[in-house]
């Protein structure tokens, strides 16, 4: 698998900040140069279709929701059910953030009955987990759907904080996370910037950032670093 960058939007930008993020993403000569890693945008709901038509002509860059409904097509006001995303190009969902822990209540369960959701509709599952609820959220997970997820490790004092967790303490954990889920994709979100995304990326398969990706001339700065660095491998 190649390895991934995420941009995490969150709940950031009005439909011109969007358009003109996306446009000048489009004619970065650093995108053109990706080849064996993947750029994942997450923009919010409202963006998907407009994300996913800006970047069909680019090979190596994909779109993700930040969330999906826990339950399947119905009445259930205000959610947005994964199979009716069908169309959209929509290849991950970040499930179980922790600010959706945090703000909206979530429990693992729920995060499970998401991955279900997912990967009935053929959505590849980014299972967010700090240290203390690996196992928990694991445990939630039908055991078929355990080697479908991607596990993001997201260290709750370093997300959105500038406080970035040490690289062996990540390779830790990473460990960790494969004695639990498998051998499957683990990512590193948290206060990634320029300075230490290549670090990351020696000791994951990819990460997830957050601030960074908001302004687009810091992000295309994060692509340039990492297709720089590897073309010197
Ligand atoms: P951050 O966010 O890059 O702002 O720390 C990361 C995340 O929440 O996934």
Redesign the pocket.
Known sequence: MAKLIVA?W?SHKNLEEAKKWLALYQGSPAVQKLLTTEVVIAPPFQYLQLVSESIRALLQTRVAVQDISPFPPGAYTGEVAASTLNGLDVWYAILG?S?RRKYFQETSQQVANKVDQAVQSGINPIVCVDKDYIRTQAAAIAPEHLDKCIVAY?PLE????GHDEPTDKVAEVVAEIHKVFGKVPVLY????NDENIVEYLDVTDGV?????SLDIADFLNIIRIVVENNHKK
Not at 189 to 192: K, M, R
């Open positions: 995490n969150k953030h600010e997201e370093a997300i959105g904080s979100g948290g206060s990634v997830i950032i957050g601030t960074h």
